[in-house]
């Protein structure tokens, strides 16, 4: 992929993961054009809501070298492996792009981080972050990664990487791709009777029987609720 | 431009459409009353697949569920927050008070917690047993037959435990506990704290052939799509309306006044159209006033007129007076033996399955009145926040904290569901000096004088939340886990929230049989003006250590049973 290819699939994603955004522009002419999207996705905005997510497609924060870097740096954070996907694979990138607009105090921490970095990567190696070799990429991160091991003068370079390790992880795992890696079993229906015994049973507990008699019948839930006039259930 | 009348004379307005005006609108329905409903907000109905957020993912959402556009994250279904565009409120001499309005028809039953606690007999009668605040003018015996039948209209699980203050009920069975909860049983049993299964008014089983029962999404808070939890849309007005009842509902609709005659007799309602901004009026032979305590208030406060020159009610002077919100103040822990632990869909109903009501001997404590507690945790759906700082906890097991990389993955995996937290609830005393009251100099975007709130807590309500950090850390130990975060000292009032954070404000119209003391009488009728009547939670004398929503509903049929058989006396 060419540069612009790069920055379209880190902004757009693939329109697998559901946070699908639809008529990229058809004529991106020049590299600082970034597509953007059309309709903000159906999750049960109001109209209000809806113009607000539009606006916020629409507007770019990140420039070209920003993106890159924040992409390096998802990868390092939740790197590409045998067993695993890479955070940029699950579109962590444009989740960024879209929370630092969306959340505004991310902004300036983030861009500013994003300089400190550089910063700090011209002071050892003479060149920005991502002309880096992996080797140096990785000595320059764990300066910043493990806050009770930083030098004081590295302290803001912490506060920074520890900001884009929190988004990585929200980004990637709050996605399609990393809730399966997580293995989330929830948000769908289903009659739920309790913890699985052998779950129970390995963390030395089980049910008391004076407890579970108050608990719901699942084979009767269909069953109208009928009540003596003590309040017993009798259906 | 002049106001547009409605030539059409309603038996009876209801202003809001929450719990108290949901309730009103289904018994006077039933009654063959000629009804006007009118909501500051837009239609709503959680069937909608327009609307729905229920079983959306986190991934639908671009930010991820974020809270920066609607204050309970982006599934939320509350319809407006803490802060409403063109809505403002002021707040005098540098208190705190944070006020949470929902504009949508349903109002705040689309997305709250459905903990259903009844009042206990001790909770009516708060002064004789502490004389601080006062009593209210009824009993829990008068409310009991009325909360029986909330809880068979509506349908709420539970268990009947035959405790002194907490009544039992016609419960629908509990669901199981969790594992975390299983935890939290463990560490409460060791602190000798009680722990029952919790009371949510979510069908677990079938209450009637209209609302679905639970799926166990765990997502009450959007507001359900098959109605198996409680919403005053989908379980009271869709219901009146679909049984034939006369129900007009008036939608984006804001009342600014009561309007009342020469006599002090109230004849109908002024309202703000917010599509066409236009003014509109509507005639009705009976008012009620469910706009939420604050609103109604501020409705009253602003409905000024000869008779009535400090506003409509007010002649005691306490219209938004003795505004209370229950206390709150939370802890989170960490929990080893949760480390690594096998994944199971753990979503279930949408809140938690067990609680501890109020266990406390008040005359052992420095403080008065009580609090529940309530549980959370679990193997939630990843959302925003999810992984922040999740390998701090590292330092409590000895490892690296952060880094990057694979060994970070595994420490998302080993602590995912690890956590468990407490929220206690409790009692505040109500007082005079704790009030909302008509701002001089602001208006809203409707034109509408706003509220300027005066609140601070008292020393009870902070020795309560101290108490609650203590009673949290017990439990915690019992359970082995590790506190997190460090205890909130007195500077920091112990970690009490803002009032009117808990979202229960109350008392701002209190009842009572002296006209002088209180602003309506124990029918929650005003004792000034006798065809106006209120059905939010402005009547509460006292708030509980409880939930106000099933004594709202309970207190509003009664006092719509009251209005009926009055109409009939022709005495209003």
Known sequence: ???????????????????????????????????????????????????????????TFFNEHELLTIAVLCDIILPKSTAFNAATDANTVAFIEFIAKDIEAHQIPLRGGLMWLDSFSNKLYNKEFIACSKEEQFYICDQIAYPEKTEPELIQGEAFFTRMR???LTGFYS?????????????????????PDHILKKHGFEYEKAWLAKCVDQSKRGDIAQWDENGNLIS | MQIKESPETFDVIIVGSGAGGGMATK?????????AVIEAGPFFDPANPETRTQLKWSYESPRRGASSTRDFGDFDAAYGGWNIEGEPYTKKNGTKFDWFRSRMLGGRTNHWGRISLRFGPLDFKRKSLDGLGDDWPISYDDVKPYYDKVDKLIGVFGSNENLPNDPDGFFLPAPKPRLHEMYYIKGAKKANVPVYPSRLSIL????????????????????????????????????AQKSGGQIKLYTDSMVREVVTDDSGKATGVIFINKLDRKEYKLNAKVIVLAASACSTARILLNSKSKIHKDGLGNSSGLVGKYLHDSTGSDRVAFVPDLMNREIYNEDGVGGAHIYTPWWGNNKKLDFARGYHIEIWGGLGMPSYG???NTNELNKFIGEHVSGYGDALRDDIKKFYGAIIGMSGRGESIPVESNYCEIDPDVVDEWGIPVLRFHYKWGKHEKLQAKHMHNTFEDIIDGMGGHVLGDKPTEDQEYGLHAPGRIIHEVGTTRMGNNPKKSVTNAHQQLHDVDNVFIVDAGPFVSQADKNPTWTILALSWRTCDYIISELKKQNI
């Not at chain 1, 020049?30 to 597509?35: A, C, D, F, K």
């Not at chain 1, 996605?175 to 913890?195: A, C, I, Q, R």
């Open chain 1, 175 to 195: 996605s399609k791709m990393g809730m399966e890696e997580l293995g989330y079993k929830g948000n769908t229906p289903n009659v739920w009777d309790g913890v």
């Open chain 1, 166 to 168: 929190n988004l990585t």
């Open chain 1, 1 to 59: 992929m060419n540069r612009r290819d790069t920055l379209k699939s880190l902004i757009l994603g693939s329109v697998a993961t559901g946070f699908a955004l639809h008529g990229c522009s058809p004529k991106a002419s020049t590299s600082n054009e970034l597509p953007v999207s059309n309709d903000a996705p159906l999750y049960g905005r109001t109209e209000s809501e809806k113009l607000r997510d539009k606006k916020l497609f629409e507007a």
């Open chain 2, 27 to 35: 018994i006077l329905s039933e009654a063959g009353l000629n009804i």
């Open chain 2, 204 to 239: 677990t089983k079938a209450i009637n052939n209209e609302r679905g029962v639970c799926f166990y999404c765990s997502q009450c808070s959007r507001s359900c799509s098959v109605y198996a939890d409680f919403s005053s849309g989908s379980c009271l007005i869709f219901p």
């Open chain 2, 386 to 388: 999810f992984g922040f």
